[in-house]
T-cell receptor, first 113, second 110 residues
């Protein structure tokens, strides 16, 4: 089992550019979560999917953020346009169902200059 | 709104010096309290789930306990490899996502 795979591991971009983060969940897991981690705010839930359907996106900070899950093995989080305050580590996590412990990927460290 | 507060923010221990980390929570209808360990540059790794007051779980040098308002992670005779950030999270009844605390950064010095 390769675990949750995220790419890229690091992303450095300029303000105003589009950023796309990718996630491959563990095979067979029906729930997928996107979290953002900063020193100030800790881990914050952005959005989660169940069976590829977005269930709650109330944590998405603004319309610049969007997430998709076109199939059970792939999800993307897009920021357009990016801003310096979006700099953080973005984690994807999956679980067999919404009540099981989360399995996290190793994150994407995003720096927006 | 669900809230999780962890203390201390950082803790430095000598190898073998036992201590406890605290997680205070406010949640309407707790379904479960989760402990995770996070190493630098990695994602959080699941340790324990506690479901009811009085419950305890153990894994090697770690023991987690739960009351109606807080949870403790006891570390007995820690080793340098126990150095990590320990995160606490709560889940409300109703299949809601986890709400995390900011973590306690533990350093164990040989």
């Amino acid at each position: 089992d390769a675990g949750v795979i995220q790419s890229p591991r690091h992303e450095v971009t300029e303000m105003g550019q589009e950023v796309t983060l990718r996630c491959k969940p563990i095979s067979g897991h029906n729930s997928l979560f996107w979290y953002r981690q900063t020193m100030m705010r800790g881990l914050e839930l952005l959005i989660y999917f169940n069976n590829n359907v977005p269930i709650d996106d109330s944590g998405m900070p603004e319309d610049r953020f969007s997430a998709k899950m076109p199939n059970a093995s792939f999800s993307t989080l897009k920021i357009q346009p990016s801003e310096p305050r979006d700099s953080a580590v973005y984690f994807c996590a999956s679980s067999p169902d919404r009540n099981s412990p989360l399995h996290f990927g190793n994150g994407t460290r995003l720096t927006v200059t | 709104e669900d809230q999780v507060t962890q203390s201390p923010e950082a803790l430095r221990l000598q190898e073998g010096e036992s201590s406890s980390l605290n997680c205070s929570y406010t949640v309407s209808g707790l379904r479960g309290l989760f402990w995770y360990r996070q190493d630098p540059g990695k994602g959080p790794e699941f340790l324990f789930t506690l479901y009811s007051a009085g419950e305890e779980k153990e894994k090697e040098r770690l023991k987690a306990t739960l009351t109606k308002k807080e949870s403790f992670l006891h570390i007995t005779a820690p080793k340098p490899e126990d150095s990590a950030t320990y995160l606490c999270a709560v889940q409300r009844r109703g299949n809601t996502p986890l709400v995390f605390g900011k973590g306690t950064r533990l350093s164990v010095i040989a």
